[in-house]
Nanobody, 117 residues
């Protein structure tokens, strides 16, 4: 089993920045892919960004050029640097992890990000 603990959410004005962190513990030897999803009120949970243990990344089109995902394998931690935040980025952000893109069963508890206009 893998446990994921997020931190770093909060309230920020449009145009501002935030950094989210997610620390993994437990059976982390099985983890290859880590990433972030988000869920806004009334919407489905959607992928924001992912990163593999080798450093390959992918991003949702809506965040490309504004968000950067990174990973510290020694600390078993993944980060999401969010810049030029927009009100539409407001959501609960969830850390996610798994063995590959098709099998990602582990979730954090979620952290709220609110961007005011």
């Amino acid at each position: 089993q893998v446990q994921l603990v997020e931190s770093g959410g909060g309230l920020v004005q449009a145009g501002g920045s935030l950094r989210l962190s997610c620390a993994a513990s437990g059976s982390i030897f099985s983890i290859n892919v880590m990433g972030w999803f988000r869920q806004a009120p009334g919407k489905q949970r959607a992928l924001v960004a992912s990163i593999t243990s080798s450093g390959s990344t992918n991003y949702a089109d809506s965040v490309k050029g504004r968000f950067t995902i990174s990973r510290d394998n020694a600390k078993n931690t993944v980060y999401l640097q969010m810049s030029v935040l927009k009100p539409e980025d407001t959501a609960v952000y969830y850390c996610n992890a798994g063995t590959n893109y098709a099998h990602r069963p582990y979730w954090g508890q979620g952290t709220q990000v609110t961007v005011s206009s």
